[in-house]
């Protein structure tokens, strides 16, 4: 197996710090050993931390994000549960689809792909109707929208619904500060601003989320997802559910210590301090973001295509030139932006450089 | 992070090997990158080999062994399916779990923990009533049982029923020869008898499956286990599901690799030998296995725990004492077994050596 180095710039995964990698080759030991048990205490107590929660129910579940949206949504929501699902891009869309596989009724709040959900939407509808649970992206990975959170948190918990938040590419990089921003359930993966390999999906539930857990009237539909089995393995009684993925607890251990060794507050300040620097070349370029400072991800960028460029060739230029992955548009995005992630370990000045000048040249093969 | 070295001879994780841990150290690509998509085609490769078959649809599941186990069951049941599960152990009984959650009506075929069904109760029930799938374990991990297939496949096929085989703990230890044994349809986990770390589940569907995928009336209830979008990503298609684990994916390719360079073949007689002596081992200690020679599984041996013996003490003093994990009994069998696995790279003499004679000082111990 030959791999290149890469500079992983794209919307995930992100660069591994070698400590990170060193850790997931520790040699495994049983996922019920008093060893592993204490690890996972850790990792516990460290996702709290950056997740912003005291939360008990907080840990990772062992699949990607994508498990993770699945397992809040399919755990919180009921068939005939009314859920109210904000979409500005492919991960609110996603979200609809788990939901109503879930049996529930979906209400969609739109904004068009590029711009933040406006709060006025969301309080219209739950205004007009009973709303069990209301769910948003924090910054979406599609379009890089970074969703200001705080009005509607506000207007979810004045109507009694819960409030679930997709921080599956803030985490890590800006607060997502679960207990102060009135977040019943939030979900987020590992490979992006954590920088640890993908593979699993840190989750937490608040008071209000458990005590729905409680009251369901049915087994959830998915046995994997059972976060009320989970927790009794994550919890005191440690009762067996499936064997946890060791090696990447490994490197989530790993990788967290690296967030708490550098601060959540002081990571915040380096992202956007260096997607200023990152934004600021795109317009010596001539390039520009999608989307407007106000509302801009600071980790993940994108940057919209010029007229006549092909934008799948210069991503292969830059790849194959200089070793540097970034990402192409989803869905309405197709064609239309690249996705510059800046996040985590992949978040330096002198990937910056590196980008900028890649992007340079690729622009000039295309005129060419 | 400080962790011991132990042995591995619970029921799973195996030991890993060190070519396998530093696979998994490997730096990171995309998961989109032509080198990705290259390593995902050998590992699908390889993948048929060890299951015994050509199916197209061959991969491994974003999760560990039951993900796989709820990937086949929620893709090929739907809501007022009737499915057949042969239950003699605890993954017999998650299956009908699982099953009831996709709204399937479940019949259970039972056997005694530490026996194998009977082929002549699972034909009883296929000549009474329409069956649309029939599942069973091949090794079940909570008793040692290694189950005959072949009858039960031919029945299952004359019926026209699906067949599902649990091959969590056999696969890579003993044949499971898929296309062979008429299986439509079959799930693995990796830290069993493939020696690599806890987090993804091989699967494989056949034509008969596949076509069963192709009639769904309903969505499948789990978007993150969807096999028809999964398959787009592993396909030509190479369409975004979700982020691929990928230095799960090294570590799985690694690890495949020694699978081939020792073959199949060998691999099993290297376990049947060693499972052998260690199996004379334990009559010269006075202890006696659970299940009859026929049917015990090489793999995973479950040993009677003598009268008088507290079960958990001599599992505390082995991995204290000697860093030796063994497995304590689940379900009906919990206090009463030992489960001893040797499986993959722990399937070795020099560690049958070392847990018999750690087994004679803690019964010496137990004595006192």
Redesign the interface.
């Known amino acids: 197996?030959?791999?290149?180095?890469?500079i992983?710039l794209?919307p995930?995964?992100s660069?591994?710090d070698p400590r990170v990698?060193?850790?997931?080759?520790?040699?495994?030991?049983?996922?019920l050993?008093p060893?592993f048990l204490e690890?996972m205490n850790e990792v516990m107590q460290d996702l709290r931390y950056v997740f912003g929660t005291e939360n008990q129910l907080t840990f990772p579940m062992?699949?990607?994000?994508?498990?993770g949206m699945?397992t809040v949504l399919?755990n919180l929501l009921e068939p005939g549960d009314h859920a109210l699902i904000c979409v500005n891009g492919v991960f609110g869309t996603?979200m609809c689809?788990?939901a109503?596989?879930?049996g529930a009724r979906v209400t969609r709040v739109d904004a068009p792909w590029g711009a933040p959900i406006d709060p006025a939407d969301v309080k219209a509808v739950l205004e007009r109707e009973r709303v069990d649970l209301v769910a948003i992206v924090h910054a979406e990975t599609s379009t890089g929208v970074l969703q200001p959170l705080e009005e509607i948190a506000r207007m979810v918990r004045e109507h009694g619904a819960l409030f679930v938040v997709d921080a599956v590419t803030s985490l890590g990089g800006v607060a997502v500060d679960v207990d102060k921003r009135l977040i019943d359930a939030c979900y987020s993966?590992t490979?992006k601003c954590l920088s640890c390999?993908?593979?699993l999906s840190p989750v937490t539930f608040g008071p209000r989320a458990e005590e729905r857990l409680a009251r369901r009237k049915r087994?959830?539909?998915?046995?994997?997802?059972d976060v009320t089995m989970i927790s009794q393995y994550w919890g005191a009684e440690r009762f067996?559910?499936?064997?946890?993925?060791?090696?990447?607890m490994?490197?989530l251990?790993?990788a967290l210590q690296i967030v708490k060794e550098e601060g959540l507050e002081k990571r915040e300040e380096r992202h956007r301090t260096i997607s200023r620097l990152f934004c600021e070349g795109l317009a010596d370029l001539g390039l520009e973001p999608l989307v407007p400072e106000a509302y801009r991800s600071p980790m993940l960028i994108t940057v919209k295509v010029p007229d006549g460029v092909d934008e799948a060739r210069v991503r292969r230029f830059i790849?194959n030139r200089f070793n540097i992955?970034i990402g192409g548009g989803?869905g309405d995005l197709k064609g239309k932006v690249w996705r510059v992630g800046l996040m985590g370990s992949s978040c330096t000045e002198n990937n910056v450089i590196l980008v900028l000048e890649a992007l340079r040249q690729a622009l000039e093969a295309e005129r060419k």
Do not use: C, F, N
């Open positions: 197996m030959r791999v290149p180095q890469r992983l794209g995930g995964p660069t591994v990698l060193r850790a997931m080759a520790t040699p495994l030991v049983g996922h050993d060893v690890i062992s699949g990607t994000g994508s498990a699945e399919v996603r689809d788990i109503e596989r879930a993966g490979q390999p993908p593979g087994k959830v539909q998915s046995w994997y997802l067996y559910h499936h064997t946890a993925p060791i090696s990447m490994y490197a251990h790993e790849l992955e989803l």
